[in-house]
């Protein structure tokens, strides 16, 4: 059996094509692992849309997610505006479990609230509503029929005498205090 012998040229050129062959299976190995991973969606996450209602004056705001009596994913600055505001928070693959979790909203002027959702096994966006509605208090423009002056000699004078019971509500940050 005669064995082969090669030119220096020839061996380096053999040595670029094993070297390349080595390169393109790797590569393709790699992408395949992708494209299967992404088409199964095995390394995919929660997503929820959130949609958030507020009377509030536009502000940051934290939202922080909760399951199972524990935070599951920390405060999330966004910027949340007097109205209708909705976002999309994207979790990733095993930091919300299957089953309920809970979806808080706090702004900085303190107000908060929470929503509730489900992460079922179909892995399929969620959607998760919060009000953050803040009543206040009407302003009590009636008057004391008791304590009206009925005297004819007060009638000129009778916006100032009559006993009135107003409200003032001054609001400052957010916060509302009655006077």
Do not use: W
């Amino acid at each position: 059996m005669s064995q082969a012998t090669f030119s220096k040229k020839e061996t380096i050129g053999l040595y670029l094509l094993y070297a390349l062959a080595v390169i393109l299976v790797v590569s393709v190995g790699i992408a395949m692992a992708l494209m299967t991973s992404d088409v199964f969606g095995s390394s995919k996450g929660l997503k929820v849309y959130l949609d958030v209602e507020s009377n509030q004056r536009p502000q940051e705001a934290c939202i922080t997610t909760y399951q199972f009596g524990r935070i599951a994913a920390d405060c999330t600055y966004y910027f949340i505006n007097q109205g209708h505001t909705s976002t999309t928070l994207t979790y990733e693959s095993g930091q919300i479990q299957n089953g309920e979790f809970k979806v808080c909203v706090r702004l900085n002027d303190g107000l908060e609230n929470c929503g509730n959702g489900y992460n079922g096994e179909a892995k399929k966006p969620e959607n998760v509503s919060v009000n953050l509605q803040r009543s206040f208090t009407p302003v009590d423009n009636t008057v004391d029929p008791q304590s009206q002056s009925q005297s004819s000699s007060n009638e000129n004078n009778n916006a100032l005498s009559q006993s009135q019971t107003t409200q003032v509500i001054i609001c400052t940050d957010g916060d509302c205090k009655v006077q």
